[in-house]
């Protein structure tokens, strides 16, 4: 009879969507395990290079033979969800031919990524002290994809509501070419850390790379429960 497969995951607030799928469908002989690493116990995630000691203790606790992180994460939309004063642009590097809002002031992609880089510094150290922690297999999931919909995200402002009929909601375009640009930068930590990075799975994205409609959660930039237990079989199917 096969073990049965134990895997750890510990992120910020992407990690419900996979949490809460796993409570409604648990997938057959998996058993996972979630830390949030918002709670205010494990408040600072890091101390110097290491983990906090009570992220530490679950960890050990968990006996996990695949170790995932979802740290960070939302970092590409806070910086491009809402309009900026003046409104900004960019070329995408990997995919100049998309366009470019000629209304808006172009900055240079480099710009963008240090910015985006140093948002995200805490969130690397925090995978860096992960992968320190833990043997064997540690897998980065990216992060969802915007929701093109602005209706949507006027509908569900979440923590953008007091902003967001002042400043009015970026373009999607926008949304989606910082979050590229997010994503480029995990994905290059990853492999200088020795992590697997896990990409968004084909099925949860539209013919524009957007996420698809039916995994919108009620709010602006997370996946649904459809969207987490996708995200589930694909790490099962690639950490096999």
Known sequence: MRAMRKIFALG????????NSYKAAAPPGVEMAFLLLNEPQFQPVTQGEALNPAIAVRLREAAADLH?????????????????????????????????DPAAEVLPAGLVLAELQRRIRPHLRTLAAYRAAVPGRLVHIE?????????????????FRDRI?????SPALLRYKVWRLHSRLYREACAGLGVEFLAVPEAMRDDAGMMIEAAWNPDPTHGNTLYGGAVIAELLREAA
């Open 68 to 100: 995932v992180s979802l740290a960070g994460g939302n970092d590409h939309s806070i910086m491009a969800m809402l309009n900026h004063t003046p409104r900004f642009e960019l070329v995408l590097p990997e995919a100049p031919d998309l366009p470019v």
């Open 12 to 19: 910020h607030s992407h990690i419900a969507a996979l949490a």
């Open 165 to 169: 009929e002042a400043c009015g909601v």
């Open 143 to 159: 992060s969802p994809p915007p929701i093109p919909s602005e209706a949507h995200i006027r509908k569900h402002p979440g923590v």
